[in-house]
């Protein structure tokens, strides 16, 4: 069996989808850990937090685009802003209910965000995520 990504990250302020996005993720038995932030802000506080002497690093973030507070976009503008020490090793993906092509167009051109998926989540879209970013990890 391949090695598991360590951790999912998971900034979507819908508390149903979280779930569901948990159990799909689950169900692909593909990480040892996953952590829900349903607010930007507290996902940036995690990334700020060391634990056990080691700031958080998710191999992968799923970020929502329209959340109350802080969106999606203002989150990469104070990701991008963090220390490298904080900023995770990490595949950034835009997981998202838009379909409006200026939002795409946008994610394309954040160095960030290594792709632009739309909702809901499934069993094929984490498997694409999987063999395009984690070949290894399958």
């Not at 990250?9 to 952590?35: G, R, S, V, W």
């Not at 950034?92 to 409006?100: A, H």
């Amino acid at each position: 069996m391949k090695e598991k990504l360590k951790c999912i990250m998971l900034i979507d302020d819908d508390e149903p989808t979280n779930f569901i996005n948990k159990m799909i993720i689950n169900q692909a038995q593909c990480t040892e850990a996953i952590k829900v932030c349903q607010t930007a802000m507290k996902a940036l506080d995690f990334l700020k937090t060391k634990i056990d002497g080691e700031y958080p690093k998710p191999n992968l973030i799923l970020l929502d685009i329209n959340m109350p507070g802080i969106n999606g976009w203002e989150f990469l503008e104070e990701y991008a802003k963090l220390p490298i020490s904080q900023q995770a090793e990490v595949v950034l993906v835009m997981l998202t209910t838009s379909l409006n092509p200026d939002d795409k167009e946008r994610a394309e051109r954040i160095p960030e965000v290594s792709g632009f998926k739309n909702k809901p989540l499934s069993k094929e879209i984490i498997h694409e995520i999987l063999m395009e970013h984690f070949p290894d990890k399958q």
